[in-house]
């Protein structure tokens, strides 16, 4: 799957059921998600920052 904001416009209800369901999803699949939202750190196995300073996050 791949994800490009997939919270943006979404309330926090809904948020949370996206987390919930994500969770569940990632167990057999690679889900990519570009985002410039934190809300959903908590979720993600690795993560790559792109900005300024360019790093890599494992």
Known sequence: MILD???SALD???IL???SILKEEKKDKIILMITHNE???D???EFITLGK???LSF
């Open 5 to 7: 904001e997939p919270i």
């Open 53 to 55: 300073y360019k790093s």
């Open 12 to 14: 926090y209800n809904s």
């Open 17 to 19: 059921k996206l987390k």
């Open 39 to 41: 809300e959903i750190e």
């Open 43 to 45: 979720i993600v196995d």
